[in-house]
């Protein structure tokens, strides 16, 4: 573990896509699991922040995913209970519009199967956002976000597909009232079943 850990950080794979962006910026993997874990969230990839402070979700949608999730910051940063593990370990980079860029792929294609590999004790899985929800799903991943995370139920109790945090989706959680009504309460007894476990 201690080894993939070590390569995964030193992987510079995507050096030059990155300089090339708006940000150009190099690239800082942040990797945040150990093989005890027992919840999973497979997320996008770290954004800006993140990438400076070399903790996951050490931003605004951080604090809204705990919150959805029911985890004090303790628990959550718990890497023998928690696994956090991106599609891209690295932040993308902004295009010339300032938006972020999405995960590169290659890292998905390079790292995530070892990483897995090591998550043997995994009992419940979050997908957070489309890139997440189309890899882990597959076919069964529906054609959109909203739709993937309205059939939850199909995927319980062992997998959630969740939108991104961001505040950016405050509007979609505005529209979408059934997600903060029916799916966070059965997703934190959930998740307290596995973290209290």
Known sequence: MEKLASEIAACRICA????????????????WFRPPARLLIASQAPGLRVHEAGTPFWDRSGARLRDWLGLSEEEFYDRSRVAILPMAFCFPGYDSAGSDLPPPRVCAETWRESAMAKLAHIE?????????????????????????????????????????PSWRNTAWLKQNEWFEADLLPALRRRVREVISA
């Open 16 to 31: 030059s896509a990155f300089a090339a962006t708006a940000s150009r910026h190099a690239p800082r993997p942040v990797v």
């Open 124 to 164: 419940l899985t979050l997908l957070v956002g489309g890139y997440a929800q189309r890899w882990h799903l597959g076919r069964k991943a529906a054609r959109n976000v909203t739709e993937t995370v309205k059939a939850w139920r199909e995927h319980a109790p062992d997998i959630f597909s969740l939108p991104h």
